[in-house]
T-cell receptor, first 113, second 114 residues
């Protein structure tokens, strides 16, 4: 059974800092991995999706990497801003017709002004 | 166009009552998912619909939970004889069949069972 772990559960950093959020998964037979953002009381917004054949994806100040063989992904946020404060979740999708996602519990990020 | 919408946004019910949660996916999206987000448990998959195929119900926690999708669009998640442990945020997501892997999530329904 796939398990996705995100540690630490919470992180507080000063504005402007570059930071890395970690995600690990137990079964490396994944089809893709996604990073989502969730604001309090809101749904999820997809940030980046990395296919199993890819090593990284970039969008603006965000860069996500994937090392499938070691079961790890990182989300790098450059020059963090207070508006980046949210919960960040990673999720993996297995091969097969059913594209249900297995999520980590998320990392709650607070960026202090 | 409009995103995924869910109703109601909040629902408070008494233990033992039945509830229905509604999801309107993005128009044209053939895949629809229900997830549950419980405090301290993270997001867990409940059920998946893809077009006219039989749904994948492998994530439903008990036979009190059921879901249907009418006309390949709107979906309703029904919880019968609600229990306090059913209290959670129920999230719906949809995905286009046409190549995109991205799931688009609705804002969720916050269910509180007293």
């Amino acid at each position: 059974k796939q398990e996705v772990t995100q540690i630490p559960a919470a992180l507080s950093v000063p504005e402007g800092e570059n930071l890395v959020l970690n995600c690990s998964f137990t079964d490396s037979a994944i089809y893709n991995l996604q990073w989502f953002r969730q604001d309090p009381g809101k749904g999820l917004t997809s940030l980046l999706l990395i296919q199993s054949s890819q090593r990284e994806q970039t969008s603006g100040r965000l860069n996500a990497s994937l090392d499938k063989s070691s079961g790890r992904s990182t989300l790098y946020i450059a020059a963090s801003q207070p508006g980046d404060s949210a919960t960040y979740l990673c999720a993996v999708r297995p091969y097969g017709a059913n594209s249900k996602l297995t999520f980590g519990k998320g990392i709650t990020l607070s960026v202090r002004p | 166009g409009a995103g995924v919408s869910q109703s109601p946004s909040n629902k408070v019910t008494e233990k033992g009552k039945d509830v229905e949660l509604r999801c309107d996916p993005i128009s044209g999206h053939t895949a629809l998912y229900w997830y549950r987000q419980s405090l301290g448990q993270g997001l867990e998959f409940l059920i998946y619909f893809q077009g006219n195929s039989a749904p994948d119900k492998s994530g439903l926690p008990s036979d009190r939970f059921s879901a249907e999708r009418t006309g390949g669009s709107v979906s309703t998640l029904t919880i019968q004889r609600t229990q306090q442990e059913d209290s959670a945020v129920y999230l719906c997501a949809s995905r286009s069949r046409a190549g995109s892997e991205t799931q688009y999530f609705g804002p969720g329904t916050r269910l509180l069972v007293l």
